[in-house]
Structures are given as C-alpha cells and as structure tokens.
C-alpha cells in the first residue's frame, strides 16, 4: 500500500513557476505508473502528466511544454515541474501512483492533494 505525500503548492504569479514534489513510501514511484492530475473549483478532475513504469510520458494539451514530470528514483519522489504559470492552472494538485507499470490500468494510491494558486 504506497502512501503519497505533496509539497511545494503555493501562490505564484501568472507566468511564475514552481515545483511540486510527491514523496512516496510503501511502494517505488520507479517501478509503476504514476502523475499528476487537478481539479480546479467546480471541474473534474484532469489529467495533467503522466509517467509510466516504462518511461513513457503524457501531457495534457493544456500544459504541453510548460510542465515537466521526473521521477527522482534515489530519493523516491515524483516531480512536477512547472513553469510560464496561467490562472487557468489553479487546482488542487494530486499525485496518483499505480500498482501496475502500465498507466492504462489506472491509478490506486492518491496524494491529498496541494493547492496551487495563479493570480494576475
């Protein structure tokens, strides 16, 4: 059973950057799926990144060549690295991680989630 833990949330402004950070225990971010999804204030939750066990990486159209995902395996975390921030990138954050190493089964283990803020 992974337990997920978020970080670096905050308020930025438009066009600032930040990282988020996902600590993992009971189970290794290396070997799986994992990513990043938000939901904004009356949205659905989206998909923002993800990485599989294998290496293979998917973005959401919205964040193409804003957003990074990494996998930090020394230090077992999952990053996300964001940058040239909208206000439109206001949510709240979660890290997902999957029991399988394929991201097509879905994910099983979510974060609580960290607030991300995007002001004008």
């Known amino acids: 059973q992974m337990q997920l833990v978020e970080s670096g949330g905050t308020s930025v402004e438009t066009g600032g950057s930040l990282r988020l950070s996902c600590a993992a225990s009971?189970?290794?971010?290396?070997?799986?799926?994992a990513g990043w999804f938000r939901q904004a204030p009356g949205k659905e939750r989206e998909r923002v990144a993800i990485?599989?066990?294998?290496?293979?990486?998917s973005y959401a159209d919205s964040v193409k060549g804003r957003f990074t995902i990494a996998k930090d395996n020394a230090k077992n975390t999952l990053q996300l690295e964001m940058s040239s921030l909208k206000p439109e990138d206001t949510a709240m954050y979660y890290c997902?991680?999957?029991?399988?190493?394929?991201?097509?089964?879905?994910?099983?283990?979510w974060g609580k989630g960290t607030l991300v803020t995007v002001s004008q």
């Open positions: 997902a991680a999957a029991r399988s190493r394929y991201c097509g089964d879905g994910m099983n283990y």
């Open positions: 009971g189970g290794t971010f290396s070997t799986v799926c």
């Open positions: 990485m599989s066990g294998t290496g293979t990486l």
